[in-house]
């Protein structure tokens, strides 16, 4: 029996320099989550989520511990052109199938962590995620700037360029956790090391800006800047790969960063 890993992620969705994901929750987030009309093609392939629910993991906290979790559905047709006979070869067969992979989610709202759970062989990946929830979200997104215009025709009417300005379009960044033990497992795979690029993601208010690469993060929030990269490389004879594991785990512990390999 085929078996699926669990993806942990930082979940970094903000409006604009100063606002982030609760402070829209009820107006834009949860409703991109749990409006079934909501779908992303591409081609024959049809992105969305099923029987999302809104769930209270802790009522005695303060502010209650809030998630949503629900599946995110590929629905697709696979299709194959010929097959192979023994006898004969290659035979001209023409055959379709429908086919709808899933994985299983959980997002916390109150500290933007998500579990991600593939169900299926073939599943949707956390990148495939990550595109459609940002689709649904700036979808929904446009559907509250035209509810408040509309709002505004009863007294003293606001433009869309000022309701926008008001209410800044939404990002994502879906960024997973990864664990020590993988990291090394995966960088130890090189004989040679050339290239590390580190991109710093802007985080959301939750997590202390200053525990990883602390300085050139706060030079990245001066500039105004919602990202930022760094790249450290030695072509010749290679980085050290137990500084490497060192410092990617450290880099990506919180989430924030998302870190490509060269070698």
Avoid: W
Avoid at 18 to 26: G, I, S, T
Avoid at 186 to 207: A, E, G, H, S, T
Wanted: net charge negative.
């Amino acid at each position: 029996m085929q078996q699926h890993n669990a993806t942990f992620a930082n979940f970094i969705c903000r409006f604009g320099d100063e606002k982030v994901l609760l402070d829209y929750a009820y107006e834009i987030v949860i409703p991109a989550f749990t409006r079934d009309t909501f779908i992303r093609s591409y081609g024959k392939t049809h992105y969305h989520l099923y029987e999302v629910e809104l769930l209270t993991l802790d009522k005695t906290a303060q502010p209650p511990v809030m998630a949503l979790a629900g599946r995110f559905i590929k629905d697709t047709e696979l299709r194959r052109y010929q097959i192979f006979d023994d006898e004969l070869g290659l035979v001209r067969d023409e055959q379709s199938m429908r086919s709808a992979p899933s994985a299983f989610f959980v997002l916390i709202l109150n500290n933007h962590r998500m579990a991600y759970f593939p169900e299926t062989p073939h599943a949707p990946d956390l990148k495939a995620f990550e595109a459609t929830v940002r689709y649904f979200l700036i979808k929904r997104y446009e559907q509250y700037i035209d509810e408040l215009h509309e709002q505004s025709r009863q007294g003293r009417k606001v433009t869309k360029k000022a309701l926008r300005e008001a209410h800044p379009r939404p990002t994502l960044e879906v960024v997973p956790l990864t664990g020590e033990d993988s990291i090394e497992q995966f960088v130890r795979r090189y004989d040679m090391l050339k290239q590390i690029d580190f991109q710093l993601v802007r985080p959301n208010d939750d997590i202390d800006a200053g525990e990883v690469f602390g300085d050139i993060r706060k030079l990245s929030e001066n500039l105004n800047s919602n990202r930022t990269k760094v790249t450290t490389a030695n072509s010749d004879d290679g980085l050290d790969l137990d500084s490497a594991i060192e410092t990617i785990t450290e880099a990506t512990a919180s989430g924030n960063q998302d870190v490509t390999l060269n070698g």
